[in-house]
């Protein structure tokens, strides 16, 4: 058997196509609608801050959107869901 073997006992059974193909795009939709709308939402409803303001709060949060759904990604990868 070889290391990349699914079906080996330390890595347990292979993941279906549809199942790994579906949990990706949910994730990535979901990360996207966070980071696209909320990075909006933080340029068009915080009126009280200045622009270069706004711009550096949409601009981390878009950044750490887009850190935090690869750091789920990968814990949702190293637990065997997708």
């Known amino acids: 058997m070889s290391q990349l073997d699914g079906d080996s006992p330390e890595h347990g059974p292979d ?7 579906g949990s990706g795009l949910a994730i990535l939709v979901v990360g996207f609608v ?7 939402a ?5 009126t ?7 711009q550096y709060l949409a ?7 887009v850190i935090l759904v690869a750091w ?4 949702l990868q190293s637990r065997q869901v997708i």
């Not at 009280?48 to 706004?54: A, I, L």
Request: aromatic share 14%; hydrophobic share 50%.
């Open 48 to 54: 009280g801050f200045s622009r270069s303001t706004r």
């Open 34 to 40: 966070a980071a696209v709308y909320g990075a909006n």
């Open 72 to 75: 789920g990604l990968r814990r």
């Open 59 to 65: 601009a981390t949060l878009f950044f750490a959107v």
């Open 15 to 21: 993941l279906s196509w549809p199942r790994a193909i």
């Open 42 to 46: 933080v340029l068009t409803k915080l």
